[in-house]
T-cell receptor, first 113, second 114 residues
Framework: RKEVEQDPGPFNVPEGATVAFNCTYS??????FFWYRQDCRKEPKLLMS???SGNEDGRFTAQLNRASQYISLLIRDSKLSDSATYLC??????????????FGQGTILTVHP | DTEVTQTPKHLVMGMTNKKSLKCEQH?????MYWYKQKAKKPPELMFV???????INESVPSRFSPECPNSSLLNLHLHALQPEDSALYLC?????????????FGPGTRLTVL
């Protein structure tokens, strides 16, 4: 089983749609959780950190369920500029993995007019 | 300013060449990282430097040799690479290596090995 698994995608949605991405992680002792976005041929950029209490940044809402080892990202009112690959990222639990980022395979989102 | 810079942006080298990739950050971060990313795959960690000392080497072949001359600079020396080493090489930094610190990525060096 992969350490971090994401929806395979790709997601192809019209502008204005709401889209949700899911992610699960295997190590229950994982420390921190993030969503990064990566545009084609660019570097990953932090979209938002994910907290157990849930957090929102404009049109983006992230949720963490530690009991289910599940992370989600909701994008409302999709824009063309939201088209990118979304990476679910988890940091290591301890020992030699402490602080090490583990990436999911990424989910490709295309928003069309 | 959350900026990590990398040079060169593109590099083409033969299998017998020696070249170096450079990474710089001026955010006062004490952890720096090298990642390798192949097309349509997520980044894979190669090395972690913490307080200018190598703390993690993810079993990377010795033809890749990292160096951290000071807290702001990170180099990756390349020698006798193979065509399968062609990839995007990303540098990242964070406040410290571990905990909840966000890693900030540079734009990467796109390497082609002929």
């Amino acid at each position: 089983r992969k350490e971090v698994e994401q929806d395979p995608g790709p997601f192809n949605v019209p502008e204005g749609a709401t889209v949700a991405f899911n992610c699960t992680y295997s190590n229950s002792a994982s420390q921190s959780f993030f969503w990064y976005r990566q545009d084609c041929r660019k570097e990953p950029k932090l979209l938002m950190s994910v907290y157990s209490s849930g957090n929102e940044d404009g049109r983006f809402t992230a949720q963490l369920n530690r009991a289910s080892q599940y992370i989600s990202l909701l994008i409302r009112d999709s824009k063309l500029s939201d088209s990118a690959t979304y990476l679910c990222v988890v940091t290591g639990a301890g020992g030699t993995s402490y602080g090490k980022l583990t990436f999911g395979q990424g989910t490709i989102l295309t928003v069309h007019p | 300013d959350t900026e990590v810079t990398q040079t060169p942006k593109h590099l083409v080298m033969g299998m017998t060449n020696k070249k170096s990739l450079k990474c710089e950050q001026h955010m006062g971060h004490r952890a720096m990282y090298w990642y390798k990313q192949k097309a349509k795959k997520p980044p894979e960690l190669m090395f972690v430097y913490s307080y200018e000392k190598l703390s993690i080497n993810e079993s990377v072949p010795s033809r890749f040799s990292p160096e951290c001359p000071n807290s702001s600079l990170l180099n990756l020396h390349l020698h006798a690479l193979q065509p399968e080493d062609s990839a995007l090489y990303l540098c990242a930094s964070s406040q410290v290596a571990g905990g909840t610190d966000t890693q900030y990525f540079g734009p990467g060096t796109r390497l082609t090995v002929l």
